[in-house]
């Protein structure tokens, strides 16, 4: 499985667009790339996943590069309640699917 | 409503002692993980199982033991051989498919006295 690189923190006023990005070099071409966010001493929560295209859907947004060596997490209308770990990680796909391996994501803090 | 329930949520055990940790999920779906959370730190897999009566060892599995004998359950134990067992337990699940993500529980928090 390929592995993700994060930045390890980040800030965002509160309403401003979160833009959270994450390396995946070695992506191979059938591994989705997911994102996940925790919250302390919670269970992680699935924001959205994609292959090649980018994604939407009512939480966030997803961008992947052309090449698929990088993409990027875009939390529209940051609040304080999506303070929290986020996790980039890829999957391999097909029947299978292999196992998700957690990076040390990127503690995002979202400030009024 | 459809979930993965971990219990329970906080576990004390004394040295020496093994513990069971319960996982059930009623989503139907096939595979499920263990993994391993201590503070500060990103997850860490213990075991995994793609299907009924087997499973797969990850990247820390020494003295931990699961069973996969239903397909809704996948108790994991912490045997007295795993030398620092505090720190937070998570157990997840999912269809068997690369473009379907994982369901977690709320997590099991042990700590050793």
């Known amino acids: 499985d390929a592995k993700t690189t994060q930045p390890p923190s980040m800030d965002c006023a509160e309403g401003r667009a979160a833009n959270l990005p994450c390396n995946h070099s070695t992506i191979s071409g059938n591994e989705y790339v997911y994102w996940y966010r925790q919250i302390h001493s919670q269970g992680p929560q699935y924001i959205i996943h994609g292959l090649k295209n980018n994604e939407t859907n009512e939480m966030a947004s997803l961008i992947i590069t052309e090449d698929r060596k990088s993409s990027t997490l875009i939390l529209p209308h940051a609040t304080l309640r999506d303070t929290a770990v986020y996790y980039c990680i890829v999957r391999v796909g097909g029947n299978q699917g292999g196992k998700l391996i957690f990076g040390q994501g990127t503690e995002l803090s979202v400030k009024p | 409503d459809g979930g993965i329930t971990q219990s329970p949520k906080y576990l004390f055990r004394k040295e020496g002692q093994n513990v069971t940790l319960s996982c059930e999920q009623n989503?139907?779906?096939?595979?499920m993980y263990w993994y391993r959370q201590d503070p500060g730190q990103g997850l860490r897999l213990i075991y995994y199982?793609?299907?009924?009566?087997?499973?797969q060892k990850g990247d820390i599995a020494e003295g931990y033991s699961v069973s996969r004998e239903k397909k809704e359950s996948f108790p994991l134990t912490v045997t007295s051989a795993q030398k620092n067992p505090t720190a937070f337990y998570l157990c997840?699940?999912?269809?068997?498919?690369?473009?379907?993500?994982?369901?977690f529980g709320s997590g099991t928090r042990l700590t050793v006295v």
């Open positions: 199982s793609q299907i009924v009566n087997d499973f």
């Open positions: 997840a699940s999912t269809l068997d498919r690369g473009d379907y993500g994982y369901t």
């Open positions: 989503l139907n779906h096939d595979a």
